[in-house]
Structures are given as C-alpha cells and as structure tokens.
C-alpha cells in the first residue's frame, strides 16, 4: 500500500473537523481541512474576536481538549503507522486485514471529528452575535481565496493544455490521489 495513500485513508474522517470555526489560517478547500491545523486556524481568528474573561477560560479549555484528542489519535495513527509497516513484512499477510486496521482507525478518526466540532460549536455558543460575525468573515475569506486560488490553477492548466504542456509537470499521476499524491492530507 502506498504511504499516500495510507495517509488520505487515515485523514479521510477527519476532513471537516471545525469547519464552524475554522477553516485554515492559509486557504484550503473544505473537504482538505485537516484537523491538525485547527489550532492554529483558531489563532488566526482568535485575536479578532475580543474576547472577555469567560470565553478566554472556554477558549483554552477547548484549546487543551483539542490538544489531547489530536495527540491521542496522532499516537493511534504512529501505532498504525508501525503495525502495517510490520504487518507488511510478513509475505504470507492477508491485505485484508491490514485493511480492517485502516477502516477502524478511520471509524476512530469521525469520531474525533465530531467531537472536535462539538467543542468548537460549543464555543460558537458562546459567542456573542458580533463575535460570531467576525468568524463567519474569516471562513468567507478563507474559501474565497480558495475559489480564487482553483481558479487561478484551473487558468494554468487550460493554458498548458492549449500549448501542449499537459498538466502533470511531467511526473505522471502520482497514485490515487492524482497529481499531489493523496487527496486529502
């Protein structure tokens, strides 16, 4: 199994964690949102949204259970990680189950997902109406330079379709996730 793969089998449940909150302090499409990257997406608004005394305590309250669950699942991925690097070692292993491995973990990952987007609607809730306005300015503008960005790439591709260039760089497809080698990170 290619480690790309590997990868975007792993991060696929977790690809719309705290998009209520964030998307990422650098643009990416909504179904490419990682949940590693929603603490620093939430700095990215943090400052913006002024917050007063008790949704600075449930702010870092959030800011710790996100910790805790990002590091618990990152430690189930690096036993994943090990366990199919080892499993692969044995020429007679049955895919399958490495497969059912991959499947759980991806079971775990929704879960996590969902938890993450719990804490952070929560948070949400606490917001008053302005607050929650500048939050729904920061995802706008974070998807509109993602919008922008495709488009721009889309206008490249076109261009290098027109005189011949292709599209891959010369590099073929890369796997299943096509030219960037994995779909979602």
Do not use: Y
């Amino acid at each position: 199994m290619h480690v790309n793969q590997l990868r975007s089998a792993l991060k696929w449940g977790s690809a719309l964690v705290c998009l209520s909150l964030a998307a990422s302090v650098l643009a990416a499409p909504v179904m490419d949102f990682r949940s590693e990257d929603v603490l620093s997406a939430a700095d990215g608004v943090k400052d913006e949204l002024h917050l007063n005394q008790n949704q600075q305590t449930l702010w870092r309250q959030i800011e710790t259970k996100t910790r805790g669950i990002l590091g618990e699942r990152e430690k189930r991925q690096r036993d994943l990680q090990a366990n199919m690097a080892n499993g692969l070692k044995d020429p007679a292993i049955d895919l399958r189950q490495l497969s059912a491995a991959i499947d759980a973990e991806s079971g775990l990952s929704a879960q996590d997902g969902r938890q993450l987007r719990d804490l952070w609607l929560t948070m949400n809730d606490a917001l008053d109406d302005q607050q929650r306005q500048a939050v729904r300015l920061f995802l706008a503008d974070r998807l509109q330079r993602v919008d922008q960005a495709s488009c721009e790439r889309s206008s490249v591709v076109g261009k290098d379709k027109l005189s011949g260039k292709g599209g891959h760089g010369g590099k073929g497809m890369g796997g299943m996730g096509g030219a960037n080698g994995g779909g979602m990170q």
